[in-house]
């Protein structure tokens, strides 16, 4: 026997929970499968959720040591301790994923803890942990597994001195010395952690620059200020193998000598985890990197079996995940859901904060668009003054003949909030005339988004 669903949603990440109640609240009967206990996917778990409460006690930690005496606050003596903030970020993750578990509850969705496996179109096999099985049957299935850690030949992470993220986020003890392989946003991120708690921390990255695929101009500002906080960086940097010693690593690198040290990151990204998901039983091949083709309305070549976040490709965001989901779910049942695709932000947490959206200028360039680029420094903002926070610049680049902003970036306090702006702005297909007419209110850092879009037409009143 099985029992029926609408849909039947294989992995409870952001994509896949947020599809599960936006289809509940469509109307159909949902079934959510996931074999984690804590609801949420890597994100909520090992990702996104802890990475961000482990930076923001990290940054709270050196300021009370270092910086708060500027502001006339004297702290005697500032000690760590990391058992209590390791426990706060834990504490963080388990109440927001009981919260999503009480959200499918509210929606009518029914939970199976337990692997999901196809077995044929419209059925899914879940085998829980003691290897009993439940058979589900629906018209509707949404494959939303997500990704999983990436390592490079040569270098196997065995979680204790070789690391992937998720070991990153609870060291037992700070390293003295961490070698972080990979310079986009999870290095940079845990790298910024573990160097204010303590730790010399060296970053080997293979291109020349860092954070790929993100704007030039504000990755090389971003390099300067980091090695400034006291980062240490080797570009062009070809890691061949890690070798462990009897208490140490020791990391290769091509042409150079052996970089030693006590632990070693390993955040060269995220594949897609589609592993025994029985896409052969029932006739759905992945490309040659792994992820799952689909269709506009992300179905897979198989009618009725849908994919969506990590494993279809594109960039590995939460948000974009979830946007996905709802598309596909309202797809199913209105005949209508959209995506687009330039007006999904990222963001990098490290201090200050790296946000875009949109095009970056060399796209532009690479493409042969016509545009005019607007910027403008937080130095000249009263209200990064006012909290001490000037580093970085906001930037937008816009059609030369239209005005319609094509791209944004910002680096800067609290980018990752003021992206939000740009992002709808681009969604509206806003010029920066737009934005530039806009009131924005006095003192906030958003004046500096603003004047930027002033710039655009070369008219930014305070710069």
């Given at each position: 026997?099985?029992?029926?669903?609408?849909?039947?949603?294989?992995?409870?990440?952001?994509?896949?929970?947020?599809?599960?109640?936006?289809?509940?609240?469509?109307?159909?009967?949902?079934?959510?499968?996931?074999?984690?206990?804590?609801?949420?996917?890597?994100?909520?778990?090992?990702?996104?959720?802890?990475?961000?409460?482990?930076?923001?006690?990290?940054?709270?930690?050196?300021?009370?040591?270092?910086?708060?005496?500027?502001?006339?606050?004297?702290?005697?003596?500032?000690?760590?301790?990391?058992?209590?903030?390791?426990?706060?970020?834990?504490?963080?993750?388990?109440?927001?994923?009981?919260?999503?578990?009480?959200?499918?509850?509210?929606?009518?969705?029914?939970?199976?803890?337990?692997?999901?496996?196809?077995?044929?179109?419209?059925?899914?096999?879940?085998?829980?942990?003691?290897?009993?099985?439940?058979?589900?049957?629906?018209?509707?299935?949404?494959?939303?597994?997500?990704?999983?850690?990436?390592?490079?030949?040569g270098i196997e992470i065995d979680g204790e001195r070789v690391v992937s993220s998720t070991e990153a986020l609870s060291f037992?003890?700070?390293?003295?010395?961490?070698?972080v392989i990979g310079g986009g946003a999870i290095g940079l991120e845990l790298g910024t952690v573990w160097r204010r708690l303590?730790?010399?921390?060296?970053?080997?990255?293979?291109?020349?620059?860092?954070?790929?695929?993100?704007?030039?101009?504000?990755?090389?500002?971003?390099?300067?200020?980091?090695?400034?906080?006291?980062?240490?960086?080797?570009?062009?940097?070809?890691?061949?193998?890690?070798?462990?010693?009897?208490?140490?690593?020791?990391?290769?690198?091509?042409?150079?000598?052996?970089?030693?040290?006590?632990?070693?990151?390993?955040?060269?990204?995220?594949?897609?985890?589609?592993?025994?998901?029985?896409?052969?039983?029932?006739?759905?091949?992945?490309?040659?990197?792994?992820?799952?083709?689909?269709?506009?309305?992300?179905?897979?070549?198989?009618?009725?079996?849908?994919?969506?976040?990590?494993?279809?490709?594109?960039?590995?965001?939460?948000?974009?995940?979830?946007?996905?989901?709802?598309?596909?779910?309202?797809?199913?049942?209105?005949?209508?859901g959209h995506v687009n695709y330039d007006a999904i932000p990222a963001i990098v947490y490290t201090s200050p904060e790296i946000?875009?959206?949109?095009?970056?200028?060399?796209?532009?360039?690479?493409?042969?668009?016509?545009?005019?680029?607007?910027?403008?420094?937080?130095?000249?903002?009263?209200?990064?003054?006012?909290?001490?926070?000037?580093?970085?610049?906001?930037?937008?680049?816009?059609?030369?003949?239209?005005?319609?902003?094509?791209?944004?970036?910002?680096?800067?306090?609290?980018?990752?909030?003021?992206?939000?702006?740009?992002?709808?702005?681009?969604?509206?297909?806003?010029?920066?005339?737009?934005?530039?007419?806009?009131?924005?209110?006095?003192?906030?850092?958003?004046?500096?988004?603003?004047?930027?879009?002033?710039?655009?037409?070369?008219?930014?009143?305070?710069?």
């Amino acid at each position: 026997m099985s029992t029926q669903h609408d849909l039947i949603v294989i992995g409870a990440g952001p994509g896949g929970y947020v599809a599960a109640i936006r289809a509940a609240q469509l109307g159909l009967n949902v079934a959510c499968i996931e074999k984690e206990p804590a609801l949420g996917g890597t994100c909520l778990r090992v990702g996104c959720i802890p990475s961000k409460a482990l930076l923001e006690s990290s940054e709270l930690y050196e300021q009370a040591g270092n910086s708060l005496i500027n502001r006339g606050i004297r702290i005697p003596k500032v000690e760590l301790d990391l058992p209590r903030m390791l426990e706060q970020k834990n504490q963080t993750v388990s109440t927001l994923s009981k919260g999503i578990d009480g959200l499918l509850k509210k929606n009518g969705v029914t939970r199976y803890l337990g692997h999901g496996r196809l077995t044929a179109p419209g059925a899914v096999r879940v085998t829980d942990k003691k290897n009993q099985t439940t058979e589900l049957t629906g018209k509707n299935i949404l494959i939303a597994t997500g990704s999983v850690v990436a390592t490079l030949p040569g270098i196997e992470i065995d979680g204790e001195r070789v690391v992937s993220s998720t070991e990153a986020l609870s060291f037992p003890s700070v390293p003295g010395k961490l070698v972080v392989i990979g310079g986009g946003a999870i290095g940079l991120e845990l790298g910024t952690v573990w160097r204010r708690l303590g730790s010399k921390v060296t970053v080997l990255e293979y291109m020349n620059r860092i954070l790929p695929g993100m704007d030039d101009e504000l990755a090389k500002a971003s390099l300067k200020i980091l090695k400034s906080q006291g980062l240490q960086f080797q570009l062009g940097a070809r890691v061949t193998g890690v070798t462990l010693n009897r208490k140490t690593c020791d990391v290769h690198i091509k042409g150079q000598e052996n970089l030693r040290c006590d632990r070693v990151l390993v955040a060269v990204g995220r594949r897609p985890n589609t592993a025994d998901l029985g896409l052969e039983a029932v006739g759905i091949e992945t490309d040659k990197r792994g992820f799952i083709p689909i269709d506009e309305t992300y179905q897979t070549s198989v009618p009725g079996i849908y994919a969506v976040g990590d494993v279809v490709g594109g960039a590995m965001l939460a948000h974009k995940a979830e946007e996905e989901g709802i598309a596909c779910v309202e797809r199913i049942v209105t005949g209508y859901g959209h995506v687009n695709y330039d007006a999904i932000p990222a963001i990098v947490y490290t201090s200050p904060e790296i946000a875009s959206v949109g095009a970056t200028e060399e796209e532009l360039k690479e493409s042969g668009v016509e545009y005019r680029k607007g910027s403008f420094p937080f130095a000249a903002n009263g209200r990064a003054r006012a909290i001490g926070h000037t580093e970085g610049m906001v930037k937008i680049l816009a059609d030369k003949k239209t005005d319609r902003i094509l791209g944004a970036h910002i680096l800067g306090p609290h980018a990752g909030d003021l992206i939000a702006e740009l992002a709808v702005a681009i969604e509206f297909c806003a010029s920066s005339e737009d934005v530039a007419r806009s009131c924005h209110a006095h003192p906030t850092l958003a004046e500096a988004i603003k004047e930027a879009a002033m710039a655009v037409d070369r008219r930014a009143i305070h710069f």
